[in-house]
């Protein structure tokens, strides 16, 4: 029913007007009219009607020409137009009204039936017409939207067929690619890809159901200047009335500088001295080289491992406390915790940890840094027993000050001098200053500054280049470069000449140092530890020893006390020397007389701990039987344990008298003293020291 429909009636007979008016009204249409051709022009675009009754013969316009002009008309363009005749309609005159864009004929005089059939027929067409112009223009305005949403993404998007068949492509995508649409419409996407990754494409691809019919990956493609970029893209199966896939639609943003900042810091985290590590549900989804060296599993394996596996290389008796722990870190706190390992050999190892709390692809996370410390907890509970630290042995006072600045020391990474007298153990302490840090896994690099001549010790530290002096037919590194990320352990430091000083100064300033014969200067990450049986400060007033790097060196300093000032570490000495020397010589164990320890006692140790070493080596070899006794002690400690003859006393007043006229005769120079008397610098300083021998 059309009963809100109006109807414009244009004709120039009032009656018709009122005749028609009167059976459509009765319907219930609303009825407008006018009386000529110009009249209806002018009000058919106000009155906007549904449908207009129109009379061919009118004196001012005929019923065509008004057609026409309605037709004309973008605002009444859309309405019907029924021609009214009281002349028998020749074929001609159709023509003329369908032409002028008329829609049907009425003849006068009407029949009341065919007109209200007529009218109903047309005014059902309009509203047809009306309704797929409606559901046209909402689709066109529908697509804009989507087109323009699409348009505007940066994001690249494309519709294919099954076979690779482009058949849409915004422009982000165009752009990426630089191409125009009609360029890439019909092309191959396929193509845009490395050839050698195209067949892996397919068969992802090939793998995708209507049921799975979404899928995520990240693959390189060839970007507008055939460079090959990486890609992050989603496929979305779309499927056809068959139930069959007929396109796909991806939508992929460039992901290179991603790619490649993870490639660094995997190269980076892979060289780290420390293992690394992420869990994500409570699984490894990624191992890095020194992780697989501490565990002893490939970081494939480990990648590969169920978390209930995962979590069994965990020691049982730690494993309930660690898991708690990573709970409290993926809630937010920062963790460092101490834990046992069984590794795949079986063996258990120590491990600190440093756990951190992250988001790895797009998943809560834990990201550890662990490091070996199997060694560290053997040296710290060797220090929990105040017997010993590292390969010391001792629990006197000053040996348990020199164990707590070994390892306050040990967690900086400061530069530390080591002083004390020959045999003290300075290297010792060096090693385990260097075991007991951060630096544990790093190298541990020794050379002995007294070994070489000035003219090789420059090369043997830094390194030279080829042709750099006579002999030097290849490039060579030094021992600094050696010692990168670990320990350059400077023995004898004391004897380095004045120009190495220079040098060394410069590197302990700006971490730089030059191979010879090289102008580019190299990075260290070296820390060093000195050591010297001189006195430092005098050599430095003596101005054999640059003083500006005796301050720099001094940053940490720890001084090994002498024998002679820990006399209460000797029992402990001794029993751990003999018990090494009888499992080494295969001799059941042998006890020390009580005699023994009191000529060890009252020996004035000039070699200190080395010298006690060898003496029980010496001891053990002639013991015949199960019992050490002094007179299988080396002779010195014979000698020395009676009174000091005349003779004693005359000879060393003879080279007390020696040194003092080799010092005036070279005004004090001490190198040139210690080659006039033959013999080393440290021998000169030890009895310098020895006889009290001081400039006045």
């Known amino acids: 029913m059309h009963n809100d429909a109006l109807i414009f009636i244009v004709d120039d007979v009032q009656e018709n007007i009122r005749l028609l008016a009167c059976i459509l009204s009765r319907k219930g249409y609303k009825i407008s009219f006018a009386t000529t051709g110009g009249q209806a022009i002018e009000m058919a675009a ?173 693959h390189r493609v060839i970007d507008r200047n055939g460079e090959i970029r990486w890609q992050r893209r989603t496929d979305r199966a779309i499927s056809g009335e068959n139930g069959r896939i007929s396109e796909f639609q991806t939508v992929s943003r460039d992901i290179t500088e991603r790619v490649y900042a993870e490639e660094a810091y995997r190269s980076l985290v892979d060289h780290s001295l420390q293992g690394m590590c992420i869990i994500r549900d409570r699984k490894c989804v990624f191992a890095n080289r020194r992780m697989a060296e501490i565990t002893g599993y490939s970081p494939e394996k480990l990648t590969r491992f169920s978390s209930d596996r995962f979590s069994r290389i965990i020691h049982p008796e730690d494993r309930d406390r660690t898991l708690a722990y990573f709970s409290e870190c993926v809630a937010g706190r920062p963790v460092r915790h101490r834990t046992r390992m069984i590794r795949k050999d079986g063996k258990v190892c120590c491990l600190d940890i440093q756990a951190v709390a992250v988001t790895y692809r797009g998943k809560a996370a834990l990201q550890m840094a662990l490091i070996d410390s199997t060694r560290l907890a053997e040296l710290e509970s060797l220090l929990a027993e105040r017997t010993g630290f590292g390969n010391f042995v001792g629990k006197s006072v000053p040996m348990q000050q020199v164990y707590n600045l070994i390892k306050q020391l040990a967690a900086t990474d400061i530069t530390v001098i080591l002083t004390g007298e020959t045999g003290t153990g300075k290297e010792l302490a060096a090693e385990a200053i260097h075991f007991s840090g951060p630096r544990s896994q790093g190298p541990l690099i020794r050379v002995n500054c007294a070994a070489f001549s000035e003219n090789l010790i420059e090369s043997e530290l830094f390194g030279h280049v080829r042709g750099a002096f006579t002999g030097a037919d290849r490039d060579k590194d030094g021992r600094f470069h050696a010692a990168q990320g670990g320990t350059i352990f400077l023995d004898e430091i004391g004897e380095l000449p004045l120009r190495l000083q ?55 300093h720890i001084r090994l006390p002498p024998l002679r000032e820990r006399i209460e570490d000797i029992p402990l000495l001794t029993n751990h020397f003999t018990s090494g020397f009888c499992q080494r010589h295969g001799k059941n164990n042998i006890r020390v007389a009580d005699a023994v320890y009191e000529a060890l006692r009252y020996y004035s140790w000039p070699g200190n701990v080395r010298e006690l070493k060898n003496a029980l080596e010496f001891a053990c070899a002639l013991c015949p039987d199960d019992t050490i006794t002094p007179d299988q002690l080396p002779p010195e400690f014979q000698e020395e344990a009676g009174t000091p003859d005349a003779g004693q006393y005359m000879s060393a007043n003879v080279e007390r008298e020696a040194i003092t006229d080799a010092l005036e005769e070279t005004l004090w120079h001490k190198s040139r003293t210690a080659a006039l008397l033959n013999i080393s610098r440290s021998t000169l300083y030890r009895k310098l020291r020895e006889y009290k021998i001081s400039r006045q």
């Open 502 to 556: 220079t040098r060394l100064l410069r590197v302990l300033e700006s971490r730089e140092f030059q191979r010879v014969g090289d102008g580019k200067s190299r990075k260290t990450d070296a820390r060093i530890i000195a050591a010297t049986n001189a006195d430092l400060n005098h050599l430095t007033q003596e101005g054999l020893f640059r003083q500006d790097l005796y301050y720099r060196l001094r940053a940490g």
């Open 46 to 218: 106000d009155v906007n009607p549904d449908l207009i009754l129109l009379d061919v013969v009118m004196p001012d316009t005929d019923g065509f020409s008004v057609c026409k002009a309605i037709k004309a008309d973008p605002a009444t363009r859309h309405i019907p137009v029924i021609f009214l005749t009281a002349e028998k309609t020749e074929p001609a005159d159709v023509v003329r009204g369908l032409e002028a864009g008329g829609a049907d004929y009425l003849n006068k005089p009407f029949d009341m039936a065919e007109l209200l059939a007529r009218v109903r027929i047309h005014l059902d067409l309009k509203r047809a017409n009306d309704k797929l112009k409606a559901q046209a223009a909402a689709l066109r305005e529908s697509e804009q939207r989507y087109r323009a949403v699409v348009e505007d993404q940066t994001e690249l998007i494309r519709r294919f067929r099954p076979d690779g068949t482009l058949t849409f492509v915004n422009d982000a995508c165009c752009r990426y690619f630089g191409k125009t649409r009609e360029e890439m419409v019909g092309q191959n996407f396929l193509d845009m890809l490395p050839e050698e990754d195209r067949e892996k494409m397919k068969i992802r691809l090939a793998s995708m159901t209507p049921r799975r019919c979404v899928k995520t990956t990240e």
